[in-house]
């Protein structure tokens, strides 16, 4: 009986590190847009609307217009958090760096971003390395490399 060695894929770390550019600008998008966690404003007491009649049938756009803005707005803020959740796991200074470059107050380039943490060229960018390849993992956006 013959067993299969398996061989460990390789990560597509370019393809890697634009979906995991994705998901923080995606994020960052969404806090700029207004959704900021933990500070959600409560319009409605429900957010699925009750239908007023036997046949279950919802008559009014303004009620399927709600219902899809509320199913958005839950998107985003599902996104939003799992996207901090992440960043929040990584070590500190990795987690410094995200969150000056992507969650800071004004749109940073990289080169402005590490001259305000006071790293080089060099340790930016493999700190940067580092924090988008555990990133990848938490949030599932790896890319393997075909054979």
Same mark, same amino acid.
């Given at each position: 009986?013959?067993?299969?060695?398996?061989? /460990? &894929?390789? +990560?597509?770390?370019?393809? @890697?590190? !634009?979906?995991?550019?994705?998901?923080?600008?995606? $994020?960052?998008?969404?806090?700029?847009?207004?959704?900021?966690?933990?500070?959600?404003?409560?319009?409605?007491?429900? /957010? &699925?609307? +009750?239908?007023?009649?036997? @046949?279950? !049938?919802?008559?009014?756009?303004?009620?399927?217009? $709600?219902?899809?803005?509320?199913?958005?707005?839950?998107?985003?803020?599902?996104?939003?958090?799992?996207?901090?959740?992440?960043?929040?796991?990584?070590?500190?200074?990795?987690?410094?760096?995200?969150?000056?470059?992507?969650?800071? $107050?004004?749109?940073?380039?990289?080169?402005?971003?590490?001259?305000?943490?006071?790293?080089?060229?060099?340790?930016?960018?493999?700190?940067?390395?580092?924090?988008?390849?555990?990133?990848?993992?938490?949030?599932?956006?790896?890319?393997?490399?075909?054979?």
């Amino acid at each position: 009986m013959r067993h299969q060695v398996q061989v /460990p &894929l390789k +990560v597509d770390r370019v393809a @890697t590190e !634009r979906n995991v550019k994705k998901m923080l600008d995606l $994020a960052r998008d969404y806090i700029c847009m207004g959704f900021h966690p933990g500070i959600e404003a409560k319009t409605t007491a429900h /957010p &699925l609307p +009750v239908p007023f009649s036997k @046949t279950n !049938r919802f008559q009014s756009g303004t009620e399927q217009a $709600a219902v899809r803005n509320a199913a958005m707005e839950q998107e985003r803020s599902a996104h939003v958090q799992q996207v901090i959740a992440a960043v929040r796991r990584l070590g500190t200074r990795e987690q410094e760096l995200i969150l000056a470059r992507w969650f800071g $107050a004004d749109d940073r380039t990289d080169v402005e971003t590490y001259i305000q943490l006071n790293m080089t060229h060099a340790s930016y960018y493999r700190t940067r390395s580092r924090a988008f390849y555990k990133l990848a993992f938490a949030l599932g956006v790896e890319v393997y490399e075909e054979e």
